[in-house]
């Protein structure tokens, strides 16, 4: 008899403990956090990322600090051309990129994409067994992303139509991240990081699930911006 009601007692316990952790994935959410970017000189100075310090320059035009961040960003992008990681690419001068770096090129709103493509250099491939053959060499698609988001950051026309995007993943685990709108984007966000992307302004439809959170959210998006996904506590 003793048996009987401990069975009875383990299978009620079992089936209330399932039904609880159901219902606790069942109700887990997204925390969604949006901000307008905004660098600090910390970041700037901490940061290798070229959009950070060129974010940083572009708010605060005035600082005492930005001649050695333009430095920096020069230097970074040079170690991104150096002739050790691409031994079959002659990389872009440093006058090139110095004069890309200016305030007088960058404040004109030119188009670096095109700049960068424009001074792309012939890459000569070498076959062990075919002899060897040249072929014209383009920016990869990092280049052109940063090249274009420079573009951007920097540009002081006021009919720009784009709009600068970032997704910090404060989660664990991997995010894509659809864009959807007058134009469609995908975006592969890794976990503890971030990805952004450029867009035409408008309104859009911002879907993903964050560890299997599903979140989707409708974004009037005429600014740059930051948009910050966690689960929910």
């Known amino acids: 008899m003793k048996k009987i009601f401990l069975i009875i007692f383990l299978s009620v316990f079992s089936i209330g403990f399932a039904q609880k952790k159901k219902k606790a994935k069942a109700t887990k959410a997204v925390a969604e956090k949006e901000v307008v970017i905004i660098y600090t000189l910390e970041e700037a100075m901490?940061?290798?990322?070229?959009?950070i310090i060129a974010g940083f320059i572009k708010q605060n035009p005035g600082h005492?600090?930005?001649?050695?961040l333009k430095r920096k960003l020069v230097t970074i992008i040079m170690a991104d051309n150096s002739i050790e990681a691409k031994p079959t690419i002659k990389p872009i001068s440093k006058d090139k990129i110095e004069k890309i770096v200016s305030n007088n090129e960058l404040n004109k709103g030119k188009d670096l994409a095109s700049t960068a493509k424009a001074a792309t250099p012939e890459r000569t491939v070498t076959y062990?067994?075919?002899?060897?053959?040249?072929?014209k060499s383009e920016p990869s698609e990092?280049?052109?992303k940063t090249a274009s988001l420079l573009t951007h950051?920097?540009?002081?026309?006021?009919?720009?139509?784009?709009?600068?995007?970032?997704?910090?993943?404060?989660?664990?685990?991997?995010?894509?991240?659809?864009?959807?709108?007058?134009?469609?984007?995908?975006l592969d966000?890794?976990?503890?990081?971030?990805?952004?992307?450029?867009?035409?302004?408008?309104?859009?439809v911002v879907t993903t699930s964050?560890?299997?959170a599903k979140y989707s959210s409708l974004?009037?998006?005429?600014?740059?911006?930051?948009?910050q996904l966690n689960v929910a506590e």
Do not use: H, T, W
């Open 210 to 212: 964050v560890c299997d």
């Open 46 to 51: 901490a940061s290798s990322e070229p959009r």
């Open 219 to 227: 974004k009037k998006i005429n600014k740059d911006i930051e948009i």
């Open 189 to 204: 966000v890794p976990a503890k990081g971030d990805n952004f992307v450029l867009i035409e302004k408008g309104d859009y």
């Open 153 to 186: 950051l920097f540009s002081n026309d006021p009919n720009n139509n784009e709009a600068y995007v970032n997704i910090k993943n404060l989660s664990k685990c991997r995010l894509i991240v659809k864009i959807s709108g007058k134009k469609y984007y995908n």
């Open 64 to 68: 005492e600090k930005n001649n050695d």
């Open 128 to 135: 062990a067994s075919m002899g060897s053959s040249s072929k």
């Open 142 to 144: 990092q280049a052109k």
